[in-house]
């Protein structure tokens, strides 16, 4: 358990650092569109808040943490509050990968590049569709989160490894 801890707050900011760093790519391609730059400031800024609330739910389940994997005694979050966690990570996954990904196609479809390079471009930043499909698979793990009687313990490590897999 204490090592689901530590990689779902990594997860959390890896996945932010990742979008993040799409989002930027975005943006310095977006120079004449300005809605699509401020589409895109805004779900920065949504990624952002996103990010920073629920690295301190996952960080703060429990008090203290160590409760989490079994040691010593203290209070948890309940199971069904790291399940809407869970789904909000989807959600956001979802969300900015299908955004992310569409954006290249219209960004790129004016533009005076060759179709193979505009081709290259779409395929390399679609690549997030992929990893969405993944994550919407992902969500039937997450409901047996929800149903956990207990956030800690054996069930709930099992539930946690699956989804993680």
Excluded: H
Excluded at 97 to 112: C, E, I, M
Excluded at 127 to 149: E, F, H, M, P, Q
Aim: charged share 10%.
């Amino acid at each position: 358990m204490q090592y689901f801890v530590a990689s779902t707050i990594t997860y959390v900011i890896a996945l932010y650092v990742a979008k993040i760093s799409v989002a930027l790519v975005l943006l310095r391609i977006a120079v004449t569109s300005k809605g699509v730059r401020i589409l895109l400031i805004c779900s920065m800024v949504g990624l952002t808040i996103w990010t920073t609330v629920t690295t301190f739910i996952v960080a703060f389940q429990c008090v203290p943490l160590s409760v989490a994997w079994g040691e010593g005694t203290g209070t948890c979050l309940p199971a069904a509050v790291l399940a809407n966690t869970g789904y909000s990570i989807s959600a956001m996954d979802i969300a900015s990968s299908f955004l992310y990904a569409g954006l290249p196609a219209y960004l790129l479809k004016g533009v005076q590049l060759s179709a193979k390079v505009k081709a290259s471009i779409i395929i390399l930043l679609g690549l997030g569709v992929a990893s969405s499909v993944v994550t919407i698979i992902r969500l039937k793990y997450l409901v047996d989160v929800g149903n956990l009687k207990s956030p800690t313990g054996l069930e709930a490590a099992n539930a946690y490894l699956t989804t993680f897999v």
